[in-house]
């Protein structure tokens, strides 16, 4: 199929162009790399410089590729930056995803598969967290992205766009060619890691005085690999499955701190932390229940302990110690 990636240049977009390529996809990535790189867009996928807010970029990227099917990932993505200006958050997760469908709807192109996010759900009542928990994001970010599902749902039921979306959690490691380089990044894994490789660039840690064994939030991980598989077997049944929205986690959650400790095993060194106050919308614990997105899709973690996808972000770091060149 001719697929458009918006965000294909960024973490979890990169790795899925890769993984769609490998199935014999032709792929066209646009994103405007205002946080992704260029050189993370694998060949022979094709690369649009552009944002999913300019109708006129949509109109000739649908146009000239014959786009069939979309996988969307543009988004900011920032939980802190998203207490302080939710205006960008909703301009670009939610009107921009607008315009997206709309240019869908005049192409006659009917199936999406979205990135969500776990931040949909807010402070969770009971864990692990499955897909009927209530959603009550406690950050725009989240707020965006729900909203975003909501627009979709209704286009579904209107339009018939055939849609899956994902809320997923904590993605981290890392495939052979591509890694995770934000800036600023505020992912956990990466920072402790490259704290590891540059003793000049501590770890800090937010907030030690949360209810957990430890003090310190705890999140479920899951490889970012395994996020791109459950995209592609989404692609695969958004005509039977439609209108679903699936977990991706590993079941288990991990403080701040065990982390830390994972990761001091993976790269075999102390790891310096400055423990620092609570950052602005982040809830306490957040981990997932995939068993739906075990039995409808099929999905199966192929990393489903965070040693392994500790190592795999550590193999990448070491190859790329300055990230993707610019
Ligand atoms: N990384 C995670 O742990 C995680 C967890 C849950 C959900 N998600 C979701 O997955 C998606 C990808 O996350 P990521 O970590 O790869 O983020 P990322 O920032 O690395 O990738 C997003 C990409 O979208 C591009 N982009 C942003 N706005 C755009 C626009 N208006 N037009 C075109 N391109 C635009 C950016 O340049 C970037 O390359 C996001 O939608 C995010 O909300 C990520």
Known sequence: MNIL???GAGYVGSVVTEHLLREGHNVTVLDNLQQGHREAVLAPAEFVLGDISDSDT????????????????????L?????????RYFHNNLTGGISLLNAMLDHGVSTMVFSSTAAVYGEPLSAPIDEGHPTNPINSYGQSKLMFETVLDWYRRAYGIQCISFR?????????ALGEDHRPETHLIPNILRAALNRDAGLSVFGTDYPTKDGTCIRDYIHVADVAQ???LALDKADSLSGNVYNLGNGEGY?????IKVAETVVGSKIQVEFCPRRSGDPVTLVASSHRAAQELGWRPGFPDLGSIVESAWRWLKDHPDGYRH
Do not use: K, N
């Not at 997923?168 to 052979?176: I, S």
């Open 168 to 176: 997923y959690f904590c993605a981290a490691g890392a495939t052979a």
């Open 230 to 232: 459950a995209h592609i």
């Open 58 to 77: 949509l109109q000739s990227v649908f146009r000239r590729h014959s786009i069939e099917a979309v996988m969307h990932m543009a988004a900011d993505t």
């Open 79 to 87: 939980v802190g930056a998203s207490m302080t200006d939710p205006r």
């Open 5 to 7: 990636v918006t965000g």
């Open 255 to 259: 403080s701040v701190l065990d982390a």
